[in-house]
């Protein structure tokens, strides 16, 4: 994990193994060049991706998105026998549920993206694997999957600074895409004439027409986000 770049399932991950690895031993299985102190890293040689490559259009991308993906399942299902547990955070559920079935230790994967109910028949057909949603409304589209809980994705307030005087500026940090309702917020704070400052990464059409065309004095699109620091308002 780059500590320059803000990534929901990376910031997630990150998270998690700072809570665990006081007490567990803790293996985390990501690219080359990742960091995270404490924890030893198998990165198989392969390099990063750029954060927002997997939302362009272009096939080889999305297709070499996906083979790294496949790469890394297929390790951790042949290492699985070293482990207590396996949790996966690999973005559509029905690329991590094939792989919990072959694995000699309880897998359990944590769901990043909004379910498709055209999805529903072969998930529920999916055994072995326990799924952690990360609100309950996630679940609505497909009810009746093998969910262990919900855990809602948290913030360290402590690294922000509370300011009692408050501003009129804004952050929306997200993926920039139509379920996460970005139109929502350039509407409201347009018509609140308050700035909203945008970050997250998306696919390149939507992203164009609905943030980067859309921009004014009050709306800015700021590309991906930095670390967390003050110059998110600005």
């Given at each position: 994990h780059d500590p320059k770049i803000i990534a929901a399932?990376?910031?997630?991950?990150?998270?998690?193994?700072?809570?665990?690895k006081h007490k567990h031993e803790v293996t985390l299985y990501a690219s080359k060049g990742s960091r995270a102190p404490g924890v030893k890293i198998i990165n198989?040689?392969?390099p990063a991706h750029g954060?927002?490559?997997?939302?362009?259009k272009e096939d080889w991308v999305r297709n070499v998105y996906t083979a790294y993906?496949?790469?890394?399942?297929?390790?951790?299902?042949?290492d699985s026998a070293r482990y207590d547990l396996i949790h996966l955070h690999v973005g559509k559920l029905y690329m991590g549920m094939p792989f919990a079935r072959a694995c000699k230790c309880p897998v359990v994967l944590t769901i990043?993206?909004?379910?498709?109910?055209?999805?529903k028949e072969i998930l529920e057909s999916?055994?072995?694997?326990?799924?952690?949603s990360i609100s309950d409304s996630q679940r609505q589209k497909i009810p009746n999957l093998?969910?262990?809980?919900?855990?809602?994705?948290?913030?360290?307030?402590?690294?922000?600074?509370?300011?009692?005087?408050?501003?009129n500026s804004f952050i929306f940090l997200s993926r920039i895409s139509p379920e996460k309702g970005v139109n929502v917020a350039i509407e409201a704070c347009h018509k609140a004439k308050v700035k909203l400052n945008i970050y997250g990464p998306g696919e390149k059409n939507y992203l164009q027409k609905e943030v980067i065309d859309k921009q004014n004095e009050y709306i800015?699109?700021?590309?991906?986000?930095?670390?967390?620091?003050?110059e998110w308002f600005r």
């Amino acid at each position: 994990h780059d500590p320059k770049i803000i990534a929901a399932n990376a910031d997630v991950m990150l998270d998690i193994i700072n809570g665990l690895k006081h007490k567990h031993e803790v293996t985390l299985y990501a690219s080359k060049g990742s960091r995270a102190p404490g924890v030893k890293i198998i990165n198989l040689g392969l390099p990063a991706h750029g954060l927002d490559s997997a939302y362009n259009k272009e096939d080889w991308v999305r297709n070499v998105y996906t083979a790294y993906i496949l790469r890394y399942l297929t390790e951790m299902a042949h290492d699985s026998a070293r482990y207590d547990l396996i949790h996966l955070h690999v973005g559509k559920l029905y690329m991590g549920m094939p792989f919990a079935r072959a694995c000699k230790c309880p897998v359990v994967l944590t769901i990043h993206q909004q379910l498709d109910p055209h999805e529903k028949e072969i998930l529920e057909s999916f055994p072995g694997a326990y799924i952690v949603s990360i609100s309950d409304s996630q679940r609505q589209k497909i009810p009746n999957l093998k969910y262990f809980d919900t855990v809602y994705n948290g913030t360290d307030v402590g690294e922000f600074k509370f300011d009692p005087d408050g501003s009129n500026s804004f952050i929306f940090l997200s993926r920039i895409s139509p379920e996460k309702g970005v139109n929502v917020a350039i509407e409201a704070c347009h018509k609140a004439k308050v700035k909203l400052n945008i970050y997250g990464p998306g696919e390149k059409n939507y992203l164009q027409k609905e943030v980067i065309d859309k921009q004014n004095e009050y709306i800015k699109y700021k590309g991906i986000a930095k670390n967390k620091t003050k110059e998110w308002f600005r």
